[in-house]
C-alpha cells in the first residue's frame, strides 16, 4: 500500500508539477517541499488541502488514489443507477412493456 507522500509525489509527477511550483504555491522553499515529499518533515492536513487545491483535487481522492472516493448517498431518493442489459428485440420489448406499461409502451413505439 502507498503512503500519502507516496500518492502525492506520483500525481504530482502524472499531473507535470514541479516540486519548485507547488513550494512556490505554498510560500516555501523548494528544498523544504521536497523534504515533506520525501517524509523527512512531517506533512500537516492544512498542508495536505493546500496541495489538493493545487492539484484540483479533493482531500480524500489523494488518500484513496488511484481510486476516486464516491459519498455514498443518505438518502434512497438521491440514488442514480444505470443499468444495461443485452436483450434480444423480444425480451427487449417484454421488458420496455414491464418498466413503462402497456400504454407508454404503444407511445413510444407508434
Known amino acids: 500500500m502507498k503512503t500519502i507522500l507516496e500518492k502525492i509525489k506520483e500525481i504530482r509527477t502524472k499531473k507535470g508539477i514541479s516540486q519548485d511550483f507547488i ?3 505554498l510560500k516555501i522553499e523548494q528544498a523544504s517541499y521536497g523534504l ?16 489538493a487545491i493545487i492539484f484540483e483535487m479533493e482531500v480524500i481522492d489523494i488518500i484513496t488514489y488511484p481510486d476516486v472516493y464516491v459519498k455514498r448517498s443518505q438518502s434512497q431518493h438521491d440514488i442514480n ?3 444495461t442489459i443485452q436483450l434480444n428485440e423480444k425480451k427487449r420489448e417484454e421488458v ?3 418498466v413503462l406499461g402497456d400504454e407508454n409502451y404503444k407511445v413510444l413505439t407508434t
Not at 515533506?36 to 496541495?51: A, D, F, V
Open 81 to 83: 443507477a444505470t443499468l
Open 23 to 25: 513550494a512556490s504555491k
Open 96 to 98: 420496455l412493456k414491464i
Open 36 to 51: 515533506i515529499e520525501n517524509g523527512k518533515r512531517k506533512l500537516k492536513y492544512s498542508t495536505l488541502e493546500q496541495i
